[in-house]
């Protein structure tokens, strides 16, 4: 049996749910696969307080930002909220189909929008498959949706918002940081953070990396060393840091493996950190009535994912012919709040980005390669 | 461990269950993840590489990266970052791809 929606939406994260809430707004019907057994993707997790402006819900933790959108959706009964469930591919019949709770479903349908946000990276190093060396986010996992300690001594490598606000998060929930190395020369995160860390008193040590994790079975320690101006090791730097987690905070990038097998025209930007499909100015992709939205398209912010998933819904309901005045309207005021989110100094790197995925998308065919 | 009190969190973890780690009793609650259960209890070997036989732990905890497969209940390859604690569950380490049992 096949299942018909107007828009599907892949993954109930920031900007699916965003996505979900703005069709449906303009009158569509929207379905939401989510892979996971509960809505909110990462913003679950996310118990520090988020800047950006109050449009995005500046100054609210990001779970409860969360719990605010997944209330918009289940509220809405323009939506259905589908979790167990993970997209397997899309296909050129327009077919996309879904493994939910050990089923396979088949669903048809007009518009879809892939918001299946990001990954973690990974370090090469000897050691880096031992147990106790994890992503940030399994931390944050383990300790803020589990409430279960994550480690007894914790070395935290990259100082960018992820690194600092998760040491912050480990001492919350009372755990010990040996430190934060960082292989950049300095700070990557907001102040904010690092100030709130260095007081607790961790130390931050920027030109460090990881030469090599040890232990029998499951992790014991980690060797750093200090990086000279060209990023090479400085021999004889070398230190001991006695610890039973390490956690990685060196970056996202995006989740495009639906975006790839749909064939999508595809672009490696490193300001968006990694293959991002192209898209237009409304989130369309190469593929007609195929939509990407928030960390997929590119690695920034739960508040721009938001507003991308805003825009995307807008876009993809407008053109099923909902409320066209509106839906043109709307689209114009996401734009400009992409625009506004974008102005800063960070988002300097995502405007040069973006310019570089619109250029790839001129030259057409096959993989651009910076 | 488990975190006790938090600054901000309040954690709904559901009934307290017994489930079985190489057949040996294991505490959880409803609402943790196998890992996490595993983890609370101080386990975090989840099973050995299927060539080098290096130990292996969670490393994303989202269902994502494949490095927590255990057998649970039979079933091999089974993410036990995302998959929730059952009364009476058998998780074994898994060793190598696992193998499927076909009845």
């Keep these: ?370 | 461990m488990r975190i006790e009190e938090h600054p901000i969190l309040d954690f709904d973890r559901g009934t307290q269950v017994t489930f079985y780690f190489n057949g040996k009793p294991v505490e959880g609650y409803t609402n943790e993840t196998i890992a996490a259960a595993l983890h609370a209890a101080g386990i975090r070997v989840l099973g050995h590489s299927p060539e080098l036989h290096r130990p292996r732990g969670l490393f994303c905890a989202i269902g994502n990266c494949s490095s927590c497969f255990m057998t649970v209940d039979g079933e091999p390859n089974v993410r036990v970052c995302v998959t929730k604690v059952r009364d009476g569950m058998r998780v074994e380490e898994q060793h190598g791809k696992g193998v499927v049992r076909v009845d």
Excluded at chain 1, 27 to 44: F, H, K, M, T, Y
Excluded at chain 1, 74 to 99: H, S
Excluded at chain 1, 236 to 257: H, N, Y
Excluded at chain 1, 268 to 290: A, F, K
Aim: aromatic residues 4%.
């Design chain 1, 1 to 370: 049996m096949i299942k018909d929606t107007e828009i599907l939406v892949i993954g109930a994260g920031p900007a699916g749910l965003a996505a979900a809430s703005a069709a449906a707004f303009l009158g569509a019907s929207v379905l939401i696969c989510e892979r996971d057994d509960a809505p909110g993707g990462q913003l679950v997790k996310q118990t520090h307080k988020f800047f950006g402006s109050e449009k995005q819900y500046a100054g609210d933790r990001g779970i409860y930002i969360g719990r605010r959108l997944t209330g918009a959706v289940r509220e809405n009964p323009q939506i259905e909220l589908m979790t167990n469930a993970t997209v397997l591919g899309i296909y050129d019949d327009g077919i996309v189909t879904v493994l939910h709770d050990n089923r396979h479903l088949k669903i048809r349908p007009q518009k879809t929008i892939v918001a299946t946000g990001a990954a973690e990276k990974f370090l090469a190093f000897p050691g880096n498959d031992l147990p106790g060396i994890y992503g940030a986010g399994a931390v944050q996992t383990l300790m803020n949706v589990a409430g279960v300690r994550p480690a007894e001594r914790v070395l935290m490598v990259g100082a960018g918002n992820i690194g600092l606000i998760v040491t912050y998060q480990l001492l919350q929930a009372g755990v010990q940081v040996a430190g934060v190395i960082e292989a950049a020369p300095k700070i990557g995160g907001y102040l904010v953070h690092a100030s709130k860390i260095r007081r607790a008193g961790v130390p931050i040590l920027t030109r460090h990396t990881v030469c090599e994790a040890f232990g029998t079975d499951q992790l014991e320690g980690v060797r750093i060393c200090r990086l000279d101006d060209q990023g090479q090791k400085i021999p004889g730097s070398e230190e001991t840091v006695a610890c039973d987690t390490l956690c990685l905070a060196v970056g996202l990038t995006p989740l495009t493996e639906l975006c790839w097998q749909a064939g999508c025209e595809m672009a490696w930007i490193r300001e968006l950190s990694g293959h991002v499909p192209i898209v237009d100015e409304n989130l369309e992709t190469s593929v007609p009535g195929l939509y990407a939205a928030g960390d997929v398209s590119g690695i920034e912010e739960a508040s721009s994912a938001m507003v991308e998933g805003r825009l995307a819904g807008l876009a993809a309901a407008g053109s099923l012919g909902y409320r066209p005045e509106q839906a043109k309207e709307e689209i114009l005021a996401a734009r400009a709040e992409l625009a506004e989110l974008r102005s800063g100094p960070t988002g300097g790197k995502i405007m040069a980005g973006l310019a570089r995925m619109r250029e790839a998308g001129k030259t057409k065919g096959g993989v651009f390669v910076c």
